[in-house]
């Protein structure tokens, strides 16, 4: 997945729009930053989300994350896959690694996500500290 | 002293390389006032002689040596082989550190490992953790985790739960969005009533937790109170007071509960007056990520060998701090060490031996009150190693005075947990026992009643 | 060649006999359901008492103890365990079952009393509870008694106030009494001042959680404010006593304005840490407090002892019977052998330990927080070329137990060191050597530090595939 066409937030989600829903999961960066994984908690289908709610919970050895839903809108499908290869997160983030599906109530919201650009600039900065 | 090696030469020298005269610089950080406080209230530094005989006098005050004893409703004296003292009081076992670093903690971790195993064997569950305080905390334990995962706030207790049990799963859940509910007991069986749990299940109950054998003594058929459960979607939690039950009786698992809870002192811990003791918790796989505690997984290491280390850790509170599945850090690690070297030293026939020899007892005491005019057997079948009697003439406290009189500590008075049950006392039976303490119960009953 | 145990499982034979006992001698049969009864455990281990104490003996010498050699881990206070205390609280004298009627337990009820006698000697705390069975158990505990006690104010309150260098045991024991934990930031000298404190205390604050010295090791001076500060909140201070070594016998609690503490007999009190417990976590409390102490308690009443089981203003039972009785038995024994003559000597010298290691590491580490420290120091890794891992697991090779890592979390890649005062000045120059080694060869060769440990009995397990596929007991046929 071209990582220059999703937006990113400051939690180190990316979001793919795909019509009137979404797919999101964590970054590079994120996995990176967890280890490996070891298991991911996903949501149920058809849970209602808000932005800013936790929406998944990724577990690796030393450190639990929340993920955060980047919207406001239902829960479609989760990665079943990552119920046997949580790994997945780790190997390929921005594919196989996709966590859940969600419908956008308000496109609006998408607006508030960081493009590429952006997101890489968020990241050096993050670096310099 | 001995416990301190430094010598005067050695501070000096410390204290030298650090850039102070006095100890006491490195302790100016403190508010003045409050600082190094005169001790003169404090007693005077005993020598080993002296310590061990002011213990000693601690032993004279106590009077209850020679005493035959049917105590029990929770705690049991039963034979603990010697080599299980002797293994268990090495200091390779006794002063490790919480195994965080497993390359040099094989040896504690393996043990767990293999507890975890039997304790899993012995409930009919799929995993077990590596222990909790007690039997009364992993009760309310399994309160907050049936809460937890079911997402429902109501939880059902049992009447003849240990009162114990029942007063720390309140203070537990005190604070926090749960209710609680009694299921009665039918008097007539001394079981759960099943019409009064059909009543108060429904779709709010996270969990039935019911106690068999229970406090009465009475052993519950398990697999009817999970089938009532379960037709609500409710959990059904079995908890152990007595854990040699486990080696005689049905599992739990068996009889189709979702966890067993419990105290597992029974398994080659003394009675020390109350503690350190074992709580242990079993679940069936599903509930795994939900389970309070530590673990002790299996893997391998850079080369390729087997070995063990503590996992699933993000459950914890190091890890998930607020979130986690409950604040334990510090277990009875040791306990349930001890408790596997007994479970391995009696071996799997040497236990159900000492398992069936307490049931035995306990049955030869029964058919024998039977007889007596004074006493009537409450529940003259389907208990374990307890009988409850009840009293036709006077209180029980007053039999159990004139036994003790005696030197019988004859069972535990129920008025002690419940001052209406006046003419109710709780006997307990292990296979210390023999024929000649039982019939030497039963003629001192006798006289009396 | 490292050949490691079996487990017992896979020593074991159909008919090979353990530990035996005759079968009843009672003329009795079952009177228990057919249905109701089992039969022998399958695969239930049958192993020989030789077998049985040869295989816990290779288990044994697996384990690294304090016994061994030093642990330098921080807020562990992995101090020496006096044998004769093991023997001591064996006797068989003490042994009572816990429902044995209190006439005949004068000895076991003095035995608490008296330690409790200590310890609100040695905390200037008004009254203790000892059930608590561990430092958590503690915490819950007094958190719980600080809910009850404002509640009967009429204002329970909703959060707990706690710095971000605390315990993880802090946060979750506040949550289960009920609280919503609201974190604050340590200051830049790593300490919770009344500064850092008052833009927190709002009227829905009903404590703060405060360990002190804190998880750095530095003394909160500013307690005496920040206890003042809280009261005329309305608020209570809370005080994590597990490194009270720090403070024994130099300071007591009870008189810089802590309402409530918990203490950690398994830590300052030189109880066994038995690979994981059993500890016990006496909680002590100022006057107001009193009140709400958990049941049973043993108080006395002339010459004798008595047991207070019923008590409306009471937050109720905590655990099953009296409490880690015969941990209690050790805590008091080695009280009464270090007396007044001694136990002022013990924060003293492991004061003085801990600062001389982290004089003489302060030249190698980094010390993110150079305020002056008690009997714990933290050093970050910065400007390593390794990870604080390896240079742990390094240790390991030397024969050393690595001290804490990666805790407290304001710290990056935290190395927590807590002598204790069991250590010799030989212990101590030793290991610093060794650390100067390792650093050493950090800088030259890395790489070794990262394929260490080398000579233990295993290396680097692999703790990603102990999580991702849980093996948590042994099953027949699934050998691996």
Known sequence: MAKENLLYSKDHEWVRREGGFVVVGVTDYAQHELGDVVFVDLPAAGKALKKGDPAANIESVKAVS???????GKVTEANARLSDNPELVNQDPLGDGWIFKASVEQASELDELMDFPKYEEYLKGIAGE | MRYLPLTHAEREEMKRAIGIADVRELFTCIPGGSCFPPLDRLPRALSEPELTAAFREFGRRNAFAGHLSFLGAGATAHFIPEVVSYLSAKGEFVTPYTPYQPEVSQGSLQAIFEYQTMMAMLTGLDVANASLYDGATAAAEAALLSVRRSGRPRVLLAGALHPEYAAVVRTYVQNLPIELDVVAVDAGSGRVDAADLEAKLDERVAAVLFQSPNFLGVVEDGGTIAAAAHGRKAYAVQVVAEAMSLAYLRSPGEAGVDMAVGEAQSFGLPLGFGGPYLGFMAVREEFLRQMPGRLVGQTQDLDGKRGYVLTLSTREQHIKREKATSNICSNEAWCALRAGMYLAAMGRDGLARAARACHLNAAYFAAGASRLKGVRVVYARNFYNEVLIETRQGSAAELAAALKGKGILAGVPLSWFDPAQKNRLLLAFSELHDRAAIDRLLAAMGERA | MNRLPKLIFELSREGKVGVGLNEADVPAGPAVDEGLLRGPVADFPQVSEVEVVRHYMALAALNYSVDKGFYPLGSCTMKYNPKVNEKLAAADELQAHPYTPHDLVQGNLEIMARLEDWLKELTGMAGFTLAPAAGAHGEFTGMLMVRRCLQEKGDARKVVLIPDSAHGTNPASAHFAGYEVREIAS????????????????????????????????????????????????????????????????????DLGVDVMHINLHKTFATPHGGGGPGSGPVGVAARLLPYLPVPRVRRAGDRCEVVYDDPRSIGRVKNFYGQFLVMVRALAYLMALGREHVGRVAEDAVLNANYVRKKLEGLLDLPYPAPTLHEAVFSDAGLPVKTLDIAKRLLDYGFHPFTIYFPLIVHGAMMIEPTESESKETLDDFIAVMEAILREAKEDPERLRQAPTSTPVRRLDETLAARKPVLRWRKGEGR
């Open chain 3, 187 to 254: 200051s830049a000298r790593g300490t919770i001042g009344a500064a850092e404190l008052r833009p927190h205390l709002t009227p829905d604050v009903a404590a703060l959680m405060m360990t002190n010295p804190n998880t750095l090791g530095i003394f909160e001076s500013d307690i005496v404010a920040v206890a003042e500060a809280l009261h005329a909140n309305g608020s209570l201070l809370y005080m994590d006593g597990a490194n009270l070594n720090a403070l024994l016998g130099a300071v007591r609690p009870g």
């Open chain 1, 66 to 72: 929340d993920v955060y839903s980047p919207v406001t």
